[in-house]
């Protein structure tokens, strides 16, 4: 069975960092690219990151750039998201996210149950 | 960035009913674009792939037509666990996007 489970969400004052972890496990981690997608309180759905299966081709979402940094660790089926420079506006939870083919789709056939960040002082 | 507007931002239907969604692509993106369902305190769930291919164990009352700018996703005979938000994403470039989402609720 295919999980995805993020941790590493909690409270964190304007200005801080957190590094969110999503541990992948019920298929080949290293075949799929990744994703990061947050979503505010009661608004929708809003794509942050892309990684490739190698770490090669990364893309991020204009409002995150330079700010956030995603990697992953294949031999630990991990991923994850670096966030510094937070902002009020950050606060939502994040879930990770698989692409449905191994030929990166840009859709997302797996979902996390997703962690949540606030951001306020 | 591709912007995708999905109208109406809210539908008020009953059990049985036919509901259709539209979303609209600001540019062409062939058929890459994917819906999905999305309960209070869930994770989205993906219903349609490449506009109008039918996820594994999603039911045959979803469907999805559509190319180019002009999408639909259309629920034939609405059942009760039917009730959410439904959401469309482009998938033809990045930055991808999503549809500011189409609640369901009940009439």
């Known amino acids: 069975e295919v999980q995805l489970v993020e941790s590493g969400g909690g409270l964190v004052q304007p200005g801080g960092s957190l590094r969110l972890s999503c541990a992948a496990s019920?298929?080949?981690?290293?075949?799929?690219?990744m994703n990061w997608v947050r979503q505010a309180p009661g608004k929708g759905l809003e794509w942050l990151s892309y990684i490739s299966t190698s770490s090669s081709t990364m893309y991020y979402a204009d409002s995150v750039k330079g700010r956030f940094t995603i990697s992953r660790d294949n031999a630990k089926s991990s991923l994850y998201l670096q966030m510094n420079s937070l902002r009020d506006e950050d606060t939502a939870v994040y879930y990770c996210?698989?692409?449905?083919?191994?030929?990166?789709?840009?859709?997302?056939?797996?979902w996390g149950l997703g962690t949540l960040v606030t951001v306020s002082s | 960035d591709i912007q995708m507007t999905q109208s109406p931002s809210s539908v008020s239907a009953s059990v049985g009913d036919r509901v259709t969604i539209t979303c609209r692509a600001s540019q062409g993106i062939s058929s890459w674009l994917a819906w999905y369902q999305q309960k209070p305190g869930k994770a989205p769930k993906l219903l349609i792939y490449?506009?109008?291919s039918l996820q594994s164990a999603v039911p045959s009352r979803f469907s999805g037509s559509g190319s180019g700018t002009d999408f639909t996703l259309t629920i034939s005979s609405l059942q009760p666990e039917d009730f959410a938000t439904y959401y469309c994403q482009q998938a033809s470039s990045f930055p991808l996007t999503f549809g500011g989402g189409t609640k369901v609720e009940i009439k």
């Open positions: 490449d506009a109008s």
């Open positions: 019920g298929f080949s981690f290293s075949s799929y690219s």
């Open positions: 996210a698989r692409d449905q083919r191994t030929s990166s789709s840009g859709d997302f056939d797996y």
